[in-house]
């Protein structure tokens, strides 16, 4: 059984032993086991030579050398003439960069932490409901058509004709003499300091701002305005808002607002000069001061988008 492969089993009564019996031609071994009075010729597969395996402890012996080991990777970057990076090598200069980003994501995150916290704190908007909006939409175009008509090509004209120091010394003016309005309203919102300061401005901005077409409690003093009106008096009130108007010529409002706006008209001494509303309206709009048309530019559905707009905007007035 020189290179044979197979087991061959013979039977026999003998006790348990074990024998194992070299191969003639020294490629595999030959066991012989018997166990519960059996005997088995099994062939066991053949190693690997033994010159494969004693070959490479042979030539370390005869060479001596050691295997390449791979260098660092400074030196690499040397050999290939490149200089090595701060990050594979760990010079200061790494370390700084690694600061740097370190501090940009400190700050972005002081960033979203600061912008969660102020939606947190800004009040919720609640929608208003619209049972009138045929209604509405019905002069909220006409209001459009009127303001790109109308309102805008006379506003240009009239910017082209006065200088804007001008115009905004007029703007100046008529807000002065709105100072019973909101001196008024914030005395009836319990704000009697800012009732006082509203007064107080009056005296200044009449006097030393040579009767209000300069501001001097603003940019001297910095005295904050306090743009109080009636719709916001009749909020602190508990006085519901009611559904959604719009008004030709006034533009949106509400059941409450409209109230609000009637009671300011009859506090107010310009509104008694016919043609004074129509004026302030162009001078608002030549100054820049109405947003109406960037907010209908950049909506989807212009109708709705004011609506929100003005909504929004009346509930945060409210809550300051």
Known sequence: MRNSRRAVSLALAFASW????????????VRLHARDASVRFVTLTPGPPPEQTSAPKDKKKKTGKKAPQPAPAEEAAETRGQPASRETTGEKGGEGVTGEKASEAAAQTEDLLREYEEKEAAPEHKPISDPLRPWN???FHFNDKMFF???KPVAKGYGFLLPRPTRVGIWNFTNNLGVLVRSLNCAFQGKCAASGKEFGRFLVDSTMGVLGFWNPSVSVFHWKEHREDFDQTLAVWHVGTGCYLTWPFLGPSSVRGTFG???DIALDPLMYLPGVSLFEQINDESLGLNPYESVRSMAVKPYVAVRDAYVQNRQEEIAK
């Open 261 to 263: 706006v009637i009671l």
């Open 137 to 139: 939409t019905i002069w």
């Open 18 to 29: 074990s024998l194992v019996l070299p191969a003639a031609d020294g490629g595999a071994s």
């Open 149 to 151: 008509w109308f309102l």
